[in-house]
């Protein structure tokens, strides 16, 4: 089957434009993740969505960021106003299952291309 | 609070020469999971290994191996006869309520 697909895997924006970024993650995965990775840097948390559960928001820079899941499938993620230290590469992964808690729970995350985003 | 620490930022060695990458993690769970990530050049990134904090044996793949040390919080990462083709950043994670992962460390192959 497919592994993650992102799209667009190219945006150039202007500053104070509204972008959206789109994640197909693996069917099945029920757990769905968005992270942020500056130029030369380390991989920073944005969102979790795992399942009917609420999203664990707490990796969200600011309110310019949102993102949204139906189900177990799509999620967009939207950045409002950009600012130029928003471009970044956007990375989103999936898991079958949750994250770590559980003995015996698996949560291997399969990591999509990314979505790289330079604002202007 | 959980962290990972990759302290080297940046490694280069001699092709077929071993090379060892360090990474510390901070945590105050007993259950968990650490991973090892590569980057190549391409950006995507590669899962090379799980590690359950249940099992502290050590693993071994190939020209890769990992040393899980629990009493010193740490999990790292060797590979054996380095090829160009390892060249690439490689990051430790942490799963515990969620994933945090190390700022990585960039490992060039020399030829």
């Known amino acids: 089957g497919a592994g993650v697909s992102q799209s667009p895997s190219n945006k150039v924006t202007e500053k104070g434009k509204d972008v959206e970024l789109r994640c197909d993650p693996i069917s099945g995965h029920t757990a769905l993740y968005w992270y942020r990775q500056r130029l030369g840097q380390g991989l920073e948390f944005l969102i979790y969505f795992q399942g009917n559960s609420a999203p664990d928001k707490s990796g969200l820079p600011s309110d310019r960021f949102s993102a949204e899941r139906t189900g177990e499938s799509v999620s967009t993620l939207t950045i409002q106003r950009t600012q130029q230290e928003d471009s970044a590469v956007y990375l989103c992964?999936?898991?079958?299952?949750?994250?770590?808690?559980?003995?015996?729970?698996?949560?291997?995350?399969?990591f999509g291309p990314g979505t790289r985003l330079t604002v202007l | 609070a959980q962290k990972v620490t990759q302290a080297q930022t940046e490694i280069s060695v001699v092709e077929k020469e071993d090379v060892t990458l360090d990474c510390v993690y901070e945590t105050r769970d007993t259950t968990y999971y650490l991973f090892w990530y590569k980057q190549p050049p391409s950006g995507e990134l590669v899962f090379l290994i799980r590690r359950n904090s249940f099992d502290e044996q050590n693993e071994i793949s190939g020209r890769y191996s990992w040393n899980f040390q629990k009493s010193t919080s740490s999990f790292n990462f060797t590979i054996t006869a380095s090829q160009v083709v390892d060249s690439a950043v490689y990051f430790c994670?942490?799963?515990?309520?969620?994933?945090?992962f190390g700022k990585g460390t960039r490992l060039h192959i020399l030829p």
């Open positions: 994670a942490l799963s515990e309520a969620r994933i945090i």
């Open positions: 992964a999936s898991s079958l299952g949750g994250l770590a808690g559980a003995q015996g729970s698996y949560n291997e995350q399969f």
